[in-house]
Nanobody
Framework: QVQLVESGGGLVQPGGSLRLSCTAS????????MAWHRQAPGKEHERVAV????????DYADSVKGRFTISRDNAKNTVYLQMNSLKIEDTAVYYC?????????WGQGTQVTVSS
């Protein structure tokens, strides 16, 4: 049974930091490209960051470049999203996604709320 379980979301003040984690099971994690996406009410779905199966060449949305860092630990079947200098507009449900060829898996999402 494939599972992607996100954690680490919560309420944080503007300028603060959070680290999201997504732990995978039920498939060969090291073979999959991993990504973080987010969805905020009234806004378009956005891919925030993506990382290759070996951990190289991360790519980021312009809206988070220089503030967010994606990383992975294939030994732990986990992908991370370090979020620094958070802004109110980063408020959203954050989802992790695993992609390989025609296979695609999504987590259930974790809420991140940036508010003073």
């Amino acid at each position: 049974q494939v599972q992607l379980v996100e954690s680490g979301g919560g309420l944080v003040q503007p300028g603060g930091s959070l680290r999201l984690s997504c732990t995978a099971s039920g498939f060969t994690f090291r073979n999959y490209i991993m990504a973080w996406h987010r969805q905020a009410p009234g806004k378009e779905h956005e891919r925030v960051a993506v990382i290759t199966n070996t951990g190289g060449t991360p790519d980021y949305a312009d809206s988070v470049k220089g503030r967010f860092t994606i990383s992975r630990d294939n030994a732990k079947n986990t992908v991370y999203l370090q979020m620094n200098s958070l802004k109110i507009e980063d408020t959203a449900v954050y989802y992790c996604k695993a992609v390989r060829l025609l296979s695609e898996y999504w987590g259930q999402g974790t809420q991140v709320t940036v508010s003073s």
